[in-house]
């Protein structure tokens, strides 16, 4: 694609999964010659935002100049030395090498990458071909495991497949929103304000929430359940939605199974138990289920709150279950939406890059997945393992048993961002080799690697993103990289190529990545790119299922909001014994979504006398993730200038804390100082 000098490129936005569209305006340094962005605005024609933007989004000019970059590889020459510079290219090649040394000598599983839900998705597909078919490494793993592998899992047993089943449409048509577990209004403030405009039409809006959130202050219904409860509570739900009669038992019977286990499990589940497991009155949670059971159609929205958790999947199975029950699902305005966090994490999980995943969603636990990746990359067949790894902090653990000797990180912060801090670094300290692949050169675990990879920002190179509803942006490069930076894509191209698979691993440019991904189209699942280039999505973002188009079939507006349709298009068609095609085929074996009974557990962990308080966490609104980007924001860090602990009013009253003091958590595993305290949050 042509590179404008000048003028305006249409992109999306790097941060959060809602996947706003933006509009970068170019402008030449007349000392430097290099291109760069002047100017961000919201897109207006783009289907996520309407032109809207969160301050993170409208503050992306100034990212993208701020200092620090990482302009050059840097190699330190011995442990605990200073980084020093060396030749990008040349460092690529010798880092291959040892990679591929490494490999030879100790096996694959010496070999560990761990990647992120920023990179683009012709990043995510090439380290996945590498990592699973080249050098048979079952140690691949990404931060969306600490936040969107249980969603992703609960999907795949309720539905059959991972990713919503409907998309921001929903939002102009509900006419209940159930948001658990989510401070929308934070965390995703653009879906929030699309939210907030039905509800001022009209709409209903149920928060659930331990703590009373921006969310919760404008909710209908503000439900504030214990910590650790939310399984007691949906089941709760299901259990009063049966009795008022407000099942929908013609859906269940056409396009369901496993129902018939739920009426025995949910009589444990009446109001007056739930009441004393969740702390929610019993009139709220009959309020709750009349607003649900009597709405024409209604929404949840969930994110960390329900997917980092012990049973994470099995939350996801219960929202589920509540539209199951009421037929509430694969129409408009009805749904069960998890909000992603990442630009790009629905496209790692597309492009398989945790746990045993494919591309495509595939895996390497089903043979006839193994078999068709194998041919799609020209590998012997037996090429690809059979066992995936155990989890991102497994993957540390593994590390420091000796057993993985090479760990190279791409766009991602784990010495930040992992949970149990010192399993990370005492990991990263016990490999023989780190490599860091970041755009910028300091950072908490930049300082513990033996060589970085300068990396280009998401606007210094064109490359596709996927956002939370299945949508494809093509964002189109509108700056020079700084220095030697490459793209990322194109870093973990060259290091394959210096690892000897230059015959799998030699393309010009992200086209070529992304015309090669297409081919996974998976008739199992619905998923479906065949009819994406980027010609197209110059023209419009394009939503999958997206198959083949006719070119001269008119107006393209490239949205596709409801999956499972039964047309026989992307997804197998689904015809019954009896000759009976349904309307909905969910991509399970037998076509039909299912129930799960999840009964109420407690927690992993549980206050004691020596740690008597619950610490739950969450994200401020100007701030994201480990404030690599953000953090270089002056106007950000004014509005959210550091962290900060609330504590109840009564806690602070008992133990003498007021508003601004500094104070001190500790847990069973970490320690923690905080510059402030605020007792203003309530019960």
């Not at 992307?570 to 129930?595: H, I, K, M, N, Y």
Request: glycine share 10%; aromatic share 6%.
């Amino acid at each position: 694609m042509t590179r404008p000098e000048s003028g305006t490129v249409r992109s999306a936005c790097s941060y959060c999964g809602v996947g706003c569209g933006i509009v970068l305006q170019i402008e030449t340094d007349p000392a430097t010659g290099r291109r760069r962005v002047a100017k961000v605005s919201g897109d207006k024609q783009h289907p996520a935002n309407r032109g809207r933007l969160c301050t993170k989004g409208a503050t992306s000019a100034e990212m993208l100049a701020a200092p620090g970059r990482l302009e050059r590889a840097m190699v330190r020459p011995a442990r605990g030395a200073e980084p020093e510079p060396r030749d990008t290219r040349e460092t690529i090649t010798e880092l291959g090498r040892r990679l591929r040394s490494i490999v030879d000598a100790d096996g694959p599983d010496a070999v560990a990458l761990y990647v992120s839900g920023q990179l683009s998705l012709e990043a995510q597909y090439l380290v996945t071909k590498l990592a699973k078919g080249f050098i048979r490494t079952s140690r691949l793993e990404s931060n969306s495991r600490l936040c969107m592998a249980s969603a992703g899992s609960g999907y795949k047993l309720s539905l059959g497949a991972d990713g919503p089943p409907g998309s921001y449409t929903d939002f102009d048509h509900a006419d209940v929103f159930f948001v658990i577990g989510s401070n929308m209004a934070d965390c995703h403030p653009i879906l929030y304000l699309r939210m907030m405009d039905r509800v001022r039409a009209g709409a209903k809006l149920i928060v659930v929430d331990p703590r009373r959130t921006a969310t919760a202050a404008n909710a209908d219904l503000f439900l504030q359940v214990k910590p650790g409860t939310d399984l007691a509570l949906l089941n709760g739900l299901l259990h009063l939605l049966v009795a008022n009669g407000h099942g929908d038992e013609a859906f269940i019977a056409e396009y369901t199974e496993g129902w018939e286990q739920l009426p025995a499990f949910l009589a444990d589940y009446p109001p007056s138990v739930v009441a004393e497991l969740t702390g929610i009155d019993e009139a709220d949670l009959h309020r709750a289920a009349l607003l649900i059971g009597e709405a024409g159609n209604w929404m949840s929205c969930w994110t960390m709150g329900l997917n980092q958790s012990t049973h994470g999947t099995w939350n996801t199975n219960a929202l589920i279950n509540l539209h199951l029950a009421t037929g509430a699902i694969c129409r408009p305005g009805s749904g069960p939406f998890s909000l992603t966090g990442q630009p790009n994490a629905m496209g790692g999980r597309e492009m398989g890059y945790m746990g045993p995943g494919l591309p495509g969603q595939r895996s390497v636990l089903d043979a006839d997945d193994r078999a068709f990746t194998e041919q799609a990359w020209g590998l012997p067949p037996g090429t690809l393992r059979s066992e995936a790894n155990t989890g991102t902090v497994d993957l540390f653990q593994q590390m420091q048993t000796g057993a993985i000797k090479a760990s190279w990180i791409i766009c991602t912060n784990p010495a930040a961002s992992v949970p149990n801090r010192a399993n990370v670094i005492a990991g990263l300290q016990a490999c023989d080799l780190v490599i860091c692949q970041d755009v910028f050169a300091e950072t908490e675990t930049n300082a513990y690697a033996d060589a970085l990879l300068p990396a280009a920002l998401w606007a210094e190179s064109t490359y596709v993103a996927v956002n939370s509803e299945r949508n494809l942006t093509l964002l189109q490069q509108a700056a020079d990289p700084v220095g030697e930076a490459l793209p990322d894509w194109q870093i973990i191209a060259d290091v394959a190529c210096a690892m000897g698979y230059s015959d799998a691993f030699d393309y010009a440019s992200s086209d070529e990545v992304f015309d090669e991904l297409k081919q996974f189209w998976n008739p199992k699942t619905g998923y479906d790119l065949r009819g994406v280039s980027y010609a197209r999505l110059a023209r419009t973002p394009v939503q999958w299922p997206a198959p083949p188009v006719d070119p001269d079939g008119g107006a393209d507006d490239g949205r596709n909001p409801i999956r499972y349709l039964n047309d026989g298009i992307s997804q197998r068609p689904l015809e019954r014994p009896d000759g009976v095609r349904p309307r909905l085929a969910f991509a399970t074996p037998s076509g039909r979504a299912v129930f799960f009974a999840r009964p109420h557990v407690e927690p992993a962990e549980l206050a004691d006398p020596d740690y008597p308080f619950v610490l739950n966490t969450g994200r401020v609104q100007h701030q994201w993730h480990t404030l690599t980007k953000t953090g270089k924001v002056a106007k950000l860090n004014k509005l959210n200038p550091g962290p900060f602990v609330e504590v109840h009013p009564d806690d602070a009253a008992r133990l003498d804390i007021h508003d601004g003091d500094s104070g001190r958590g500790s847990s069973r595993r970490v320690r923690a100082d905080s510059k402030g305290c605020d007792r203003r949050t309530a019960g």
